[in-house]
């Protein structure tokens, strides 16, 4: 089973259930309402709940931290602001070693000789003299499957100025099928089993963005959802990878 792990952050306003010297706790909503921490609780199991539902696996753990911050007193109610910090993880991949992106950043990207779909052989030095964007992926990933389009348009602004470049673990029939139905437009790579392995990349997805010389510079998981005030979920722009890309179009090459 693969861990699969995103990392939420969403702003809001909380509250505690204990009353403080007779002062009641409440929550103010983005929306500016105030409700109760009975009401609080039932959005916050309802948020584990949506979460829950992006992943096919049943045995994913959602955890949800509050990070409190007090934003008004009066004598007679305390209201809090908060952070939530939320982690969806599979508890079975606890020991594995995870991918860390410190070992990569400002490195040269490790990535050796591999055939693409098209069987053509791509490895580092191919990629070098124009930035380059990789993307993690399996076919049962969700997210995954939600950031190609947004993925698919940057590459259509960007041409051929960048490398875009998609990486897979799945064997090569299984990714051929999945790309008949949906339109992926990067160089394609599967059956890097052992290439992901060797990363401990268990994560899903990644994206890596090298510079001209093939040095990673940043790393992000997927594309950032935008998550709306009744709480239904879309897709981000991907604006934020749009203008990382453009950043490193900037980057002299190394002779």
């Not at 002062?23 to 105030?34: A, E, L």
């Not at 960048?162 to 008949?180: C, D, G, H, Q, Y």
Request: with cysteine; glycine share 4%; proline share 5%.
């Amino acid at each position: 089973m693969k861990k699969i792990k995103i990392l939420f952050l969403l702003i809001a306003s909380v509250a505690v259930d204990t009353a403080v010297s007779g002062q009641t706790t409440y929550i103010k909503t983005p929306q500016g309402n105030i409700v109760d921490t009975s009401t609080y609780a039932n959005m916050k199991a309802e948020k584990i709940e949506k979460f829950k539902k992006i992943f096919p696996t049943k045995e994913v753990k959602v955890t949800i931290k509050d990070n409190f911050k007090e934003i008004r007193r009066t004598k007679d109610s305390i209201i809090y602001s908060y952070e939530w910090d939320i982690q969806i993880s599979d508890p079975n991949a606890k020991k594995q070693k995870s991918f860390e992106p410190n070992d990569y950043i400002d490195k040269e990207f490790p990535l050796p000789t591999l055939t693409t779909l098209n069987k053509k052989k791509i490895n580092i030095d191919s990629l070098k003299g124009k930035p380059t964007l990789i993307n993690f992926w399996f076919t049962t990933c969700k997210p995954c499957i939600e950031e190609m389009p947004v993925l698919n348009a940057i590459r259509t602004k960007l041409k051929d100025s960048v490398n875009f470049v998609a990486i897979t673990f799945e064997p090569t029939e299984k990714a051929r099928n999945f790309l008949k139905a949906r339109k992926f437009s990067f160089i394609q790579i599967a059956n890097a089993k052992v290439f992901t392995d060797s990363m401990h990349m268990s994560s899903f997805p990644v994206n890596i963005f090298l510079d001209k010389n093939g040095i990673v510079r940043k790393i992000e998981s997927g594309i950032p959802y935008i998550v709306y005030e009744n709480g239904k979920m879309r897709m981000g722009d991907g604006n934020e990878f749009l203008e990382t890309l453009r950043e490193l179009l900037k980057t002299p090459v190394l002779k």
